[in-house]
């Protein structure tokens, strides 16, 4: 009779975890879910100054910097993937790579993140010293079959640049800090090259249909380079992410799942209720970056 009652607690027991997973399946479909549901602004930073040493940056809803989102050893060139943020007043600031999070910062802005989804790029810019932050908002909605794209002058060593992708010239005589238009270009892959005194560099770049691009003219140690970010690509209004060089490492990772930590809880449970005499603790690692409380 022992035996038998036993074997009913486990069968209790059993579903009323496949009932907790379902559960946890729930809550984890609904987070992801939520910021497209919300029409949240999304947000990507950029450290476009060649004279800046590498820096770390902190986000957070204006006047709240307890809880901000940072992003470590950001470097020249770095570009950071979006971020979904609610619509709001928010403040970035910069310090030096390693300084103290209570060290004053080497530069601070505050900016607004728009309604329906609107996406911007956040650049700090200029010579060290007299960097600047810099709001562009980006394209996310690509034409139908069409491709936008639009450039950015970020290199120093050289005055103007001239910028053309295929047969299309995208930018003329392009001072440093200058962004161009969106322009509409054919897909496929073509050449985009960059010339200014003396210089000439190229790079072949692939174009799908239906993408937007932003495309930053660098200095390298051997004379330009440029890196393709990719706003948006398909349909959606959720812009894509990061450089499409693979810069994106130095993004904020997302918040972790709670479903594990929601099933060691209810096996933890079991566990008790069938005599178990101790329960391993599960330990987080380390985390460079941290979630925005907003």
Do not use: C, N
Not at 247 to 262: D, E, F, K, N, T
Request: glycine share 10%; proline share 7%.
């Amino acid at each position: 009779m022992r035996l038998l009652r036993y074997l009913a607690r486990l069968s209790t027991a059993a579903v009323l975890l496949g009932s907790s997973a379902a559960l946890v399946a729930g809550v984890s479909t609904a987070a992801s879910a939520a910021p497209r549901a919300a029409q949240d602004g999304w947000v990507r930073i950029a450290h476009l100054s060649p004279e800046a040493p590498a820096m770390d940056m902190y986000l957070y809803p204006f006047g709240d910097p307890a809880h901000p989102t940072v992003l470590k050893d950001v470097s020249y060139g770095d570009v950071s993937r979006y971020m979904a943020l609610s619509p709001g007043q928010y403040t970035v600031a910069m310090r030096g790579f390693g300084a103290p999070a209570s060290s004053h910062p080497a530069l601070i802005s505050s900016f607004m993140v728009g309604t329906g989804g609107a996406a911007y790029t956040l650049a700090a810019l200029g010579p060290d010293p007299g960097l600047r932050v810099e709001v562009w908002k980006d394209q996310v909605t690509p034409p139908s079959g069409k491709v936008l794209i639009r450039v950015v002058q970020a290199s120093l060593k050289e005055d103007r640049v001239t910028v053309s992708y295929g047969s299309d010239a995208l930018a003329k005589q392009l001072t440093f800090s200058s962004v161009t238009p969106y322009a509409t270009v054919p897909a496929g892959v073509h050449t985009l090259r960059m010339t200014a005194s003396g210089e000439d560099a190229t790079m072949a770049v692939r174009l799908t249909a239906g993408s937007v691009h932003t495309v930053i003219v660098l200095d390298s140690s051997t004379g330009l380079k440029a890196d393709d970010l990719t706003d948006a690509a398909g349909s959606l209004v959720m812009p894509k992410g990061g450089a499409a060089t693979g810069l994106g490492g130095m993004a904020p990772r997302p918040p972790a799942s709670p479903a594990p930590w929601l099933l060691l809880i209810v096996a933890g449970m079991l566990a008790a209720g069938a005599g178990a005499t101790g329960l391993a603790r599960a330990r987080r690692g380390g985390v460079t970056t941290h979630s925005a409380g907003h």
